[in-house]
């Protein structure tokens, strides 16, 4: 499988600042990434899918221009929470999606924890 | 949206017990992958079905693929305390998207 890497691995932020998280697919060229957040004792929410050189597509309820996704190159994505709250402290995870089988795999980062105070 | 229901949501068993999680939804999946994650960790990939019917072994454990492709189940043979995590299934429907389940927490008592 992919090889994906996160940075930073947690991160602790104030009330109103912007935080960016890199997703990195060190391995393989990723066309397509996906976040996600996971809140604790619970499962993973996708938020959006990032496409290589175009808009990223949100999922319904996850706010585009709150979460800025920016899929620049075939090996990075990255996800800022803008003005962030003390709501948004979550577990966001990254992966990508490779195809080693001739089906669609996704493969994921080890996850940023996010807190704001 | 949570669009599949895994059960049962905790799970807490003595090593060398036999186990099965269920995965379930009304909708139609194109695949389904079944992962395992630790805490703090992203989740692992421990194997993807595409085929109705299909069955998967991976050692101790048993995947299984429903007819219909809407549900599926893992089968645990003589839990281990390193079998213990959070273990999610994941739907295609149509396009790329993976949608999760709720989660089934596995603790494997010594």
């Known amino acids: 499988g992919a090889v994906v890497s996160q940075h930073p691995s947690w991160v602790i932020c104030k009330s109103g600042t912007s935080v960016k998280i890199e997703c990195r697919s060190l391995?393989?060229?990723?066309?397509?990434m996906f976040w996600y957040r996971q809140f604790p004792k619970q499962s993973l929410m996708l938020m959006a899918t990032s496409n290589e050189g175009s808009k990223a597509t949100y999922e319904q309820g996850v706010e585009k221009d709150k979460f800025l996704i920016n899929h620049a190159s075939l090996t990075l994505s990255t996800l800022t929470v803008t003005s962030a709250h003390p709501e948004d402290s979550s577990f966001y995870i990254c992966s990508v999606l490779g195809t080693p089988r001739g089906r669609n795999e996704q493969y994921f980062g080890p996850g940023t924890r996010l807190t704001v105070t | 949206t949570q669009l599949l229901e895994q059960s049962p949501q905790f799970l807490s068993i003595q090593e060398g017990e036999n186990l099965t999680v269920y995965c379930n939804s009304s909708?139609?999946?194109?695949?389904l992958q079944w992962y395992r994650q630790e805490p703090g960790e992203g989740p692992v990939l421990l194997v993807t079905?595409?085929?109705?019917?299909e069955v998967k072994k991976l050692k101790r454990l048993t995947f299984q693929f429903g007819d219909a492709r809407k549900d599926s189940s893992l089968h645990i043979t003589a839990a281990q305390p390193g079998d213990t995590g959070l273990y999610l299934c994941?739907?295609?429907?149509?396009?790329?998207?993976?949608?999760f389940g709720t989660g089934t927490s596995l603790t494997v008592i010594p």
């Open positions: 909708s139609v999946f194109s695949s």
């Open positions: 391995d393989f060229q990723a066309t397509t």
């Open positions: 079905v595409v085929t109705g019917g």
């Open positions: 994941a739907g295609a429907y149509t396009g790329n998207q993976f949608y």
